[in-house]
């Protein structure tokens, strides 16, 4: 059950980092925010873009069988009214009739109002699609949705990329981009958002393939979670028994994570049988199905649907990543405090740090040759401020796996020294191969 993140120390800390780093802040900052809204900052925008393009090189570059799209945030109406959103996207709401706060009515344990105890109004449901106007008329007529979710643009589409593709079934669309859902109770940083990130797969099968097609991606699903360097111990694989799941679904499986502010999902897995493409067939006029090559059979095509939250990926990645340890400080004997984002090297926003020992001109110089030379080919950052032992914690603090030091030997050997995050250890390499090991380290 999900619970409120106040007095929650991790999840403090995270945020208060992101903020101090430039992780994530506060969404329209200057004017004192908008609840539950972030905006990405350069080190956030690093780690996101890793996320998706990874995700798109595994899921989309690396099968023959999946192939991409980018679809429209505003879609015509009737593809909502087609799938049931406007009739049934809907959360159960109350309101406390007292101080008048609103709550999920399944998020409130007991029957009273979790803020100041008072009596709550019998739930209503609440429909939470983002409504807007297109064009200069606001009425009903020109009434449009924001999407809530990026699979529709995927089954809309499912016709076009079949006579364009000449795709044969098992094949899958993909796509990553925002949706929008009007939550009643938005909360715990990026966990849950009114706007947020999808990244999802649509693969049309034939029925009678859909148990090895599940499990497939159920696996897919494990490996990805592995990669991302989360324990197993905090996942764990949520059957949803057949009242709970949608009418048309035979199997649903959410992918939950141990947060700290308890269970809660972070990725879903569903088989949605062909309820999107005949509903759309039905209620657009137009023929989807598909004719086996072989036996010229028509027939609408199944679909197993992985789903992941970019957002919710980035605040995993960030709770898995954050270590803190006592460390030595210069001064002998001393200790403190050294806060790590032990990221896998591909998911760091900073792959290497380039840190001239002092400012002085000519180690300012070298140093600032060798990051014009790393840029070509990595995320480097150059950073001369303040002591080496500072920098070190900086870097250590945003993840960073290499800090390079150029020191005053730096100019005679032409070598410099690589610390890595991990270990600390530093390691002497000749600038003239440092690129070549700092790739062969990154992997
Ligand atoms: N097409 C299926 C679908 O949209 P969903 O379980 O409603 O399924 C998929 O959403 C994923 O999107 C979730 O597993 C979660 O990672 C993410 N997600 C959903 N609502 C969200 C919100 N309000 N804020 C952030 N992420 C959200």
Redesign the pocket.
């Known amino acids: 059950m999900e619970k409120n993140i106040q007095n929650n120390d991790l999840m403090n800390k995270i945020i208060s980092l992101c903020k101090r780093r430039g992780f994530i802040f506060p969404g329209s900052d200057i004017y004192g925010g908008l609840a539950n809204s972030w905006d990405y900052g350069p080190l956030g925008i690093e780690l996101k873009n890793n996320i998706k393009r990874e995700w798109w090189r595994r899921f989309v570059h690396n099968r023959p069988d999946v192939l991409g799209v980018d679809t429209a945030l505003i879609m015509n109406p009737k593809v909502w009214e087609a799938v049931g959103h406007v009739q049934h996207f809907t959360d159960p709401l109350v309101e406390c009739r007292s101080c008048h706060l609103r709550f999920r009515w399944d998020h409130v344990k007991g029957d009273k109002c979790p803020s100041c105890g008072g009596e709550l109004t019998a739930p209503r449901q609440f429909n939470m699609l983002f409504k807007t106007f297109i064009g200069p008329v606001e009425d009903q007529s020109a009434l449009a949705y924001l999407r ?5 643009g995927m089954f809309v589409n499912f016709k076009n990329i079949l006579e364009t593709s000449r795709k044969r079934l098992p094949f899958g669309i993909a796509q990553v981009g925002k ?1 929008f ?1 009007n ?1 009643i109770t ?1 909360g715990n940083f ?9 990244m ?1 797969i649509e693969y049309f099968i034939e029925e009678k393939d859909w148990e090895t097609y599940f499990n497939h991606w159920l696996e897919e699903m494990k490996r990805w979670l592995k990669d991302l360097g989360v324990a197993g111990d905090k996942v764990h694989y949520h059957e949803i028994p057949e009242g709970d799941r949608a009418h048309y679904s035979k199997r649903t499986v ?2 939950e994570y141990n947060f700290p502010f308890g269970e809660s ?4 897995l ?1 088989y949605r049988g062909n309820f999107d493409l005949k509903n759309h067939m039905e209620k657009s006029g137009q023929d989807l199905e598909y004719t086996d090559p072989e036996t010229g059979e028509k027939f609408l095509p199944h679909v197993i ?1 992985p ?7 980035v605040l995993v990645a960030m709770l898995e990543a954050y270590q803190e340890e006592q460390a030595p400080t210069a001064e002998e004997g001393e200790t403190d405090l050294r806060v790590m984002m032990r990221f896998p090297k591909w998911l760091a926003p900073v792959k290497v740090a380039i840190l001239p020992l002092s400012k002085k001109e000519n180690l300012s110089d070298k140093a600032r040759e060798i990051y014009a030379d790393l840029i070509k080919d990595l995320v480097c950052e150059y950073d001369e401020t303040q002591s080496i032992g500072k920098r070190y914690r900086r870097q250590d603090e945003i993840g960073t796996p290499y800090c390079v030091t150029v020191d005053f030997e730096s100019l005679e050997d032409n070598a410099v020294t690589v610390r890595d995050r991990d270990t600390m250890k530093q390691e002497r390499t000749k600038i003239g191969e440092l690129k070549r090991y700092l790739k062969d380290k990154l992997g």
């Open positions: 809530p979710e990026t699979a529709q949706a859902r939550e938005p990026i966990f849950r958002t009114r706007e947020f990130e999808q999802e959410d992918i999902e972070l990725y879903g569903a649907e789903t992941w939250g970019v957002d919710r990926t």
